[in-house]
């Protein structure tokens, strides 16, 4: 796809984070501004089919193309307190909507000049009327999977680097997603203030 066509400007969409037991979740947009270089002509960017070392690999190479223009993107964090106290669908909304108009503004962008990708059930503000929501977007849809990478890579780090503080629970290792282990240790210890007291409510603590 190309990223321009008729003065319109590819948007593509994707969070992460949706079911961890512990952490925020993340929302990224990435606007396509130029042909995009070879390295990227392949047919899938799906960040959960990625190895982690591989999508520091295309992490390195999204923030090369952003500082040669050829793309824009930002990553929104909402935290694990929003989720609890406005649920998660609002979190997310909050994430896409920031996100969103973070890049539409830097790229000085219209609402009508953008095509927005939004990958499974994502929706934007309704003022962006162009817009498609598409299962499986990230394994499709370039911009979508892009959006996808930066988005899993930032939360990753950001989980990693929140390890440091809270280094009972393994957040370096699952990222805050319910692994057995990491069920184990919130038995053992109880939470911690990073984890989802929502998502815990099915976890027999005892």
């Not at 947009?29 to 070879?38: D, I, N, Q, R, S």
């Not at 190479?61 to 990553?75: P, T, Y």
Request: aromatic share 8%; net charge positive; hydrophobic share 40%.
């Amino acid at each position: 796809m190309k990223p321009r066509a008729n003065n319109r400007y590819v948007i593509g969409i994707d969070e992460v984070g949706r079911g961890p037991l512990a952490g925020p979740v993340a929302v990224g947009a990435l606007v396509l501004k130029k042909t995009l270089p070879k390295e990227f002509r392949r047919k899938t960017f799906d960040s959960k089919q990625i190895k982690p070392s591989e999508r520091a690999i295309w992490y390195a190479r999204i923030r090369a193309a952003q500082k040669s223009g050829h793309l824009d993107f930002k990553v929104t964090f909402v935290s694990e307190k929003i989720i609890d106290t406005k649920g998660l669908s609002f979190a997310i909304r909050k994430a896409l909507d920031t996100s969103l108009r973070a890049v539409v503004r830097t790229a000085k962008l219209a609402p009508a000049q953008c095509d927005i990708r939004l990958d499974g059930g994502l929706k934007a503000p309704a003022n962006f009327t162009r817009q498609k929501t598409i299962i499986k977007g990230d394994t499709s849809e370039v911009s979508i999977g892009l959006a996808s990478i930066v988005a899993k890579h930032l939360r990753d780090q950001k989980m990693i680097a929140l390890h440091k503080k809270y280094p009972l629970y393994g957040f370096d290792v699952h990222k805050g997603y319910g692994t057995t282990k990491h069920r184990a240790v919130i038995r053992k210890y109880g939470p911690c203030p990073l984890h989802r007291r929502a998502f815990l409510t099915k976890l027999t603590l005892s």
